[in-house]
């Protein structure tokens, strides 16, 4: 146990339990005050009670407020707020239809969900946070360098939203990744005149503005790593999940001789029809003989510290190591090298940002709560209350599981993300909640003998596989595999480089680990009812590849794509089947 586990406080003091309940109604307020003449409140129906309480108190005093919300406001989903959203897709949209219609004035983007089921894709309005919040690292697109920064970014977008206003005028609302809308938030950058950009650089990165207008997944990998290794100034680099860096190793990997070739020579490579971008990257880029021939002495991605040596001033890795892309670590570490720290940037989703690392523990993968973005409250995910009462932070307990429910500045009240997260303790300081991550709540694959394996379970069984057995997997996912009776758990597993001499061991690994996970499986096994798992190896680039379609399927951002621990999209299933190699 490391010296931060043991100074997180196991359960909390009554002095720091009202600071706590103090700090949840000054952030409760701020968040729902100014929310509470919009158009959603006012004619949701699942917040009838809520309405007919507030308008038969006449006090309404803070505590009197806050008692309303707690007793009236039910958890909600999607389908709540579904209504609502599709008025500013409606042909016309006038202003007058969707202003205040979840805070006050109209949203400045719409942040589009990650997709890892096949369900469509979600939509939430972000408003312009106040001022005073815009500088907080939950708000910043990029974390703060002296150096520039390696952040592939697609500025890419799905759709425009034209809304026509009482003065005459079109304001034009951009749907895309939420980190693509922090972005332009903070740049003042609409899509309407991004071609009047081409010949900027990205402040502060590695790429320039053309780059993250690229629409083929593997050009725009390929330049950005063009531009990257040219600049040996890097001090920090962010990708949304480590597993997405190793992908763009694998292209470093693929064209290096290529990409050498054209920083010495200062040329744009022949990949793909880039259209209109070419000719701003030409402009942009210069040829560099002296930085070809170190990247020529240092070699392409191996050795253990390559990135150190490729980019001396490199300081920090950003990035998601935790869930599904904890198959990257072992080579996002070897790359790295042992004096390069990794961290995450925060726990939140399209939603809201709810959390930041807590530098005392793991920063990979321990977070701090935070009431800036969002009010989170949870419930307890093994409770048999069937009314699944909501619960405050000072009423969560060490090691228990809970779905966190968020309360927004921009507009949701109570809603359901379908997270599962694990108190680790609390901060010695303010008391403040330490979590992890775990799973999506639904996101286990049900098997005909009725229990489900949760997402970190199946996650974790591969992962302790591949390092011991497999070696490095670039990615996976699983399905039902019915080629035999009982249906059980069926990896699709793409690795990088050589597979290991005792590979065939992975299977009986990844089936023990399970046994030991979950009682029910392991139950059912030995009823009968169940199977071991089995292991599939794919195409080198099947997951490049999936991603890529996802990409054209949905107009999801290239930097926001990732794929599911368990994949349930029918059309993608047969088409990974179509990709497999071989069986351990």
């Given at each position: 146990m490391s010296r931060s586990d043991?100074?997180?406080?196991?359960?909390?003091?009554?002095?720091?339990?009202?600071?706590?309940?103090?700090?949840?109604?000054?952030?409760?307020?701020?968040m729902i005050r100014p929310n509470l003449a919009s158009q959603f409140v006012q004619d949701a129906p699942e917040l009838a009670k809520f309405r007919e309480a507030i308008a038969q108190n006449d006090s309404m005093d803070d505590r009197d407020f806050l008692r309303i919300f707690r007793e009236y406001i039910p958890p909600t989903n999607y389908e709540t707020y579904?209504?609502?959203?599709?008025?500013?897709?409606?042909?016309?949209?006038?202003?007058?239809?969707?202003?205040?219609?979840?805070?006050?004035?109209?949203?400045?983007?719409?942040?589009?969900?990650s997709m890892t089921s096949g369900k469509s894709v979600k939509t939430f309005p972000r408003y312009r946070p106040?001022?005073?919040?815009?500088?907080?690292?939950?708000?910043?697109?990029?974390?703060?360098?002296?150096?520039?920064?390696?952040?592939?970014?697609?500025?890419?977008?799905?759709?425009?939203?034209?809304?026509?206003c009482?003065?005459?005028?079109?304001?034009?609302?951009?749907?895309?990744?939420?980190?693509?809308?922090?972005?332009?938030?903070?740049?003042?950058?609409?899509?309407?005149?991004?071609?009047?950009?081409?010949?900027?650089?990205?402040?502060?990165?590695?790429?320039?503005?053309?780059?993250s207008l690229v629409k083929s997944y593997r050009a725009f990998f390929v330049l950005n790593a063009l531009f990257a290794l040219a600049d040996r100034r890097v001090t920090i680099i962010r990708f949304f999940f480590a597993n997405v860096f190793v992908i763009f190793l694998q292209y470093i990997e693929d064209e290096w001789t290529l990409l050498v070739d054209c920083i010495e020579k200062g040329i744009i490579p022949e990949i793909e029809d880039l259209g209109h971008l070419r000719?701003?990257?030409?402009?942009?880029?210069?040829?560099?003989?002296?930085?070809?021939?170190?990247?020529?002495?240092?070699?392409?991605?191996g050795i253990?510290?390559?990135?150190?040596?490729?980019?001396?001033?490199?300081?920090?890795?950003?990035?998601?190591?935790?869930?599904?892309?904890?198959?990257?670590?072992?080579?996002?570490?070897?790359?790295?090298?042992?004096?390069?720290?990794?961290?995450?940037?925060?726990?939140?989703?399209?939603?809201?940002?709810?959390?930041?690392?807590?530098?005392?523990?793991?920063?990979?993968?321990?977070?701090?709560?935070?009431?800036?973005?969002?009010?989170?409250?949870?419930?307890?995910?093994?409770?048999?209350?069937?009314?699944?009462?909501?619960?405050?932070?000072?009423?969560?307990?060490?090691?228990?599981?809970?779905e966190p429910v968020l309360t927004t500045r921009n507009g949701l009240w109570r809603y359901r993300i379908g997270d599962v997260i694990g108190v680790k303790g609390f901060a010695p300081d303010d008391g403040l909640p330490i979590i992890n991550y775990l799973h999506r709540r639904d996101g286990g694959l049900v098997m005909a003998f009725g229990t489900t394996c949760t997402e970190s379970q199946l996650t974790s069984a591969i992962v302790s596989a591949a390092?011991?057995?497999?070696?490095?997997?670039?990615d996976f996912t699983i399905v039902g595999d019915d080629r035999d009776t009982p249906i059980t758990y069926g990896y699709l597993v793409e690795i990088g480089g050589e597979i290991g001499k005792d590979a065939k061991m992975a299977t009986q690994q990844t089936f023990e680990d399970l046994m030991a996970a979950n009682d029910e499986f392991r139950t059912a096994f030995w009823q009968g009812r169940a199977r071991?798992?089995?292991?599939?190896?794919?195409?080198?680039?099947?997951?490049?590849?999936?991603?890529?379609?996802?990409?054209?399927?949905?107009?999801?951002?290239?930097?926001?794509?990732?794929?599911?621990?368990?994949?349930?999209?029918?059309?993608?299933?047969?088409?990974?089947?179509?990709?497999?190699?071989?069986?351990?």
């Open positions: 043991t100074d997180l406080l196991e359960s909390l003091t009554a002095e720091l339990s009202q600071k706590l309940k103090d700090y949840e109604d000054q952030a409760l307020l701020e579904r209504p609502f959203i599709s008025k500013f897709f409606a042909t016309p949209c006038k202003e007058a239809d969707v202003k205040n219609m979840f805070a006050p004035g109209l949203p400045y983007f719409f942040a589009m969900s106040p001022p005073h919040l815009l500088q907080n690292p939950l708000y910043l697109a990029l974390p703060r360098s002296e150096g520039t920064i390696l952040s592939p970014a697609s500025m890419r977008y799905s759709q425009i939203l034209k809304i026509d009482e003065d005459g005028q079109t304001k034009q609302l951009t749907v895309c990744s939420l980190s693509i809308g922090f972005l332009r938030m903070a740049m003042n950058w609409d899509a309407e005149h991004d071609n009047e950009r081409l010949d900027l650089w990205l402040p502060g990165q590695t790429d320039p503005y053309a780059i000719a701003p990257l030409e402009k942009l880029f210069k040829p560099n003989p002296l930085r070809a021939a170190e990247l020529r002495e240092i070699g392409p991605p253990e510290g390559w990135a150190v040596r490729v980019w001396p001033h490199l300081e920090r890795f950003f990035g998601i190591t935790g869930g599904p892309a904890a198959t990257a670590v072992p080579k996002l570490t070897h790359v790295l090298g042992p004096s390069i720290p990794t961290q995450a940037t925060g726990y939140g989703s399209s939603e809201g940002s709810m959390a930041l690392p807590y530098h005392k523990g793991d920063p990979n993968t321990d977070y701090k709560i935070m009431f800036v973005d969002v009010f989170t409250e949870f419930l307890d995910v093994r409770s048999n209350e069937l009314s699944e009462r909501v619960l405050s932070i000072y009423e969560l307990e060490l090691g228990g599981y809970y390092n011991r057995w497999i070696g490095q997997i670039i071991k798992p089995t292991i599939r190896l794919l195409e080198k680039g099947t997951f490049a590849e999936y991603r890529q379609q996802k990409c054209s399927k949905t107009n999801v951002s290239i930097s926001q794509v990732k794929v599911p621990v368990v994949l349930s999209d029918p059309t993608f299933r047969e088409w990974l089947l179509e990709q497999v190699v071989t069986e351990l």
